[in-house]
């Protein structure tokens, strides 16, 4: 019986450590194709001269805003339009009086989206790309696992909430 306990506690260990092995070559495979397709597009559209952020997030100002500076706290007002890595339109409020509003830099956005908003002036516009891991993840919460996502922005207006 013991015996019998122990081989049984021996498979369950031994089947764990296999899915776990597995599962991290997954992983490295997903984030390796993510990176690909990233590269792939980057040098599909050549013309738009991205910078990559330290973070891994792609930035380009298509048009530097003339208004003020986000700054952490702002509300912000935003038109958006959201694409994948493929170029399928996944969401916009363009076209609708409905500006999306939010405080930038308090986590209220996914962390690429909010990280892009903080680089940008009011009335500006800008296009992003955004690995994965600062959008949805391995979730498949909201988008499929290892979703690269593109955005379009404009920053219609903020308003300031700082206290001076």
């Known amino acids: 019986m013991i015996k019998l306990k122990n081989s049984i506690g021996l498979s369950v ?13 997954l992983t490295k495979k ?4 993510e990176e690909a397709d990233i590269q792939s597009y980057l040098t599909t559209h050549s013309t738009l001269h ?15 805003g003339t ?9 912000v007002f935003l038109m958006f339009t959201v694409y994948d890595i493929n170029g ?7 076209g609708t009086t409905d500006t999306l509003k939010r405080k930038a830099g308090v986590g209220e956005f996914i962390a690429g989206f909010d990280e892009a908003v903080g680089y940008m002036k009011a009335g500006g516009k800008s296009k992003i790309v955004v690995p994965s891991y600062l959008a949805y993840g391995t979730s498949g919460f909201i988008m499929p ?5 593109l955005y379009d922005i404009y920053l219609v207006r903020l308003k300031s909430n700082s206290k001076k």
Not at 30 to 33: A, C, I, R, V
Not at 67 to 75: I, K, L, M, N
Request: net charge negative; glycine share 10%; aromatic share 12%.
């Open 88 to 94: 399928t339109q996944a969401g916009t409020n363009y």
């Open 13 to 25: 260990i031994a089947g764990i450590i296999i899915i776990s092995i597995s599962s991290c070559n």
């Open 50 to 64: 991205y910078v990559k952020k330290a973070s891994g997030l792609y930035y380009l100002d298509t048009e530097v």
């Open 30 to 33: 997903f984030e390796k194709e």
């Open 67 to 75: 208004g003020a500076q986000v700054v952490t706290g702002d509300s």
């Open 145 to 149: 696992a290892y979703t690269t996502l």
